[in-house]
């Protein structure tokens, strides 16, 4: 194996503190008595120039011992200890480190939990998806930057290309088969020519049961969030993948079009609010859901585990939504409250996603809606109404709303406006007989 040291590259690429913490995790391990290796995507994204601060280190030895020295002498915390001799330590100044134990993994049978036995770097690096991700740097002092590349990871990032490191990859392991259209799409790589056949043939065998579903379920929310992922998902159905989200699923140019529009409605969002939280691949996952039933629906989110909270964002994505596209598409002009209320109830991924399926005059109106209306909020507060002799009850939430929908129509401007609404609102009330809480 030729041998090149990659020292120089890491100096110059990663932050200095990356970068001496780095250098210490080697000097560590020598003076234990372990040997240390800087793996996975990080070496990957090194000799790509791209920037990934997640450290993953494997060690020859004990993977927990060390995790507890390291954070000992570097004054870090060792948190989530693993039966699979995992830890992570975290030091001040949000570094963290993931600590693995070099090992072999066998299956017991396709798909299930790996077995753990101790072993060495390159049977550790052999159980990696893929030849791009299964390169290490040496990290002990003698030998610090020394690239260790068992299955030509180097000269396929040249070719760019994503191979398999062996032809029982995606059955052992079928999330997988979704990790390589995600490497792929991101660095805009191709699959390798027999990878692309191993995986066609692992989606006509895999199967995701209890076990697997939620690591499913997480690399489908990797792609998803994903800066781009229309590319990834359009692979993904060329490969039949999408069955294995629901088999109804139809990539047809509706679909196509309406995740376009997801992609442009995110980018544009982000642009627009870029410390607003919001869940991107939900909405992705949502749209990828659209041509299937409510009942459909509900069960394809309890069987990938989504919380109630996310499940009843997808439902309500997808209640009444003809309704109020046909609302906001009138071509007279809408008042700014009767834009609100089409809106108002609805989680911002929702909102997104229902951005994403219009055009022209309905866009219009719902990119006003985030810009402005959900921004206005009434002057006088609860607090004053109660002292105006109101009681809290439906019809103190109805003034509430009410007095909003005038200021967003301009109707009234200042706090007094306000108050004089509310005390003409309540005078109304009473001379019509109707309580006033
Ligand atoms: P990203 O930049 O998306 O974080 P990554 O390569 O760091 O990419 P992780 O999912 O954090 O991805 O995994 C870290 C490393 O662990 C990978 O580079 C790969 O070597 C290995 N790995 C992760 N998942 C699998 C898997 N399902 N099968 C085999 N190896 C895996």
Same mark, same amino acid.
């Given at each position: ?273 870029? +410390? ?94 985030? +810009? ?55 005078? +109304? ?9």
């Amino acid at each position: 194996m030729k041998q090149e040291n990659l020292k120089q590259m890491m100096k110059e690429k990663l932050p200095g503190k990356v970068f001496h913490l780095l250098e210490n995790t080697g000097k560590i391990a020598e003076k234990e008595g372990y040997s240390a290796y800087l793996v996975g995507g990080m070496v990957r994204d090194l000799l790509l120039g791209v920037e990934n601060l997640d450290i993953d280190i494997t060690v020859e030895g004990e993977g927990i011992a060390f995790a507890e020295k390291l954070a000992k002498r570097l004054s870090g915390r060792v948190q989530g200890k693993t039966r699979f001799g995992t830890a992570v330590v975290t030091f001040p100044g949000r570094l963290k480190v993931d600590v693995a134990t070099a090992r072999s993994e066998y299956y017991e049978h396709p798909a299930a939990l790996p077995e753990v036995r101790s072993s060495s770097l390159r049977e550790d690096q052999f159980r990696r998806d893929f030849t791009i991700n299964a390169m290490s740097i040496r990290l002990n002092p003698e030998d610090f930057g020394i690239l260790i590349d068992f299955f030509g990871g180097r000269k396929d990032l040249e070719k760019r290309i994503i191979r398999a490191l062996h032809k029982g990859s995606f059955l052992d392991d079928p999330t997988r088969i979704f990790r390589a259209v995600r490497f792929a799409e991101r660095y805009r790589f191709k699959i390798e020519k027999r990878t692309e056949t191993l995986i066609k043939k692992a989606v006509k065998l895999a199967m995701f049961d209890e076990l697997t579903i939620e690591r499913l379920r997480d690399e489908l929310v990797l792609i998803f969030s994903e800066k781009k992922p229309l590319r990834a998902i359009e692979k993904m159905a060329e490969l039949h993948e999408l069955k294995f989200i629901h088999p109804r699923i139809r990539f047809n140019k509706g679909l196509k079009k309406l995740l376009a529009g997801v992609e442009e409605t995110l980018i544009w969002f982000k642009d627009s609010f870029p +410390n607003e939280k919001m869940i991107p691949w939900l909405i992705y996952f949502a749209a990828l859901l659209d041509q299937l039933t409510p009942k459909e629906v509900k069960t394809t989110c309890r069987r990938f585990h989504l919380s109630r909270k996310n499940e009843e964002k997808i439902i309500k994505g997808r209640k009444g939504v003809a309704k109020r596209l046909k609302e906001l598409s009138k071509k007279e002009e809408l008042k700014p409250s009767r834009i609100y209320r089409q809106l108002e109830d609805l989680p911002l991924e929702t909102l997104l996603l229902l951005m994403a399926r219009t055009e022209k005059v309905a866009r219009e109106r719902i990119v006003f809606y985030l +810009n402005e209306l959900r921004q206005i909020k009434s002057k006088v507060s609860g607090k004053e109404l109660l002292e105006l002799g109101l009681k809290p009850g439906p019809q103190f939430a109805r003034i509430l709303k009410n007095l909003l929908y005038a200021r967003l129509d301009g109707r009234v401007r200042t706090k007094r406006d306000e108050m004089k609404y509310v005390k003409k609102y309540l005078d +109304n009330l009473t001379r019509t007989g109707q309580t006033v809480n």
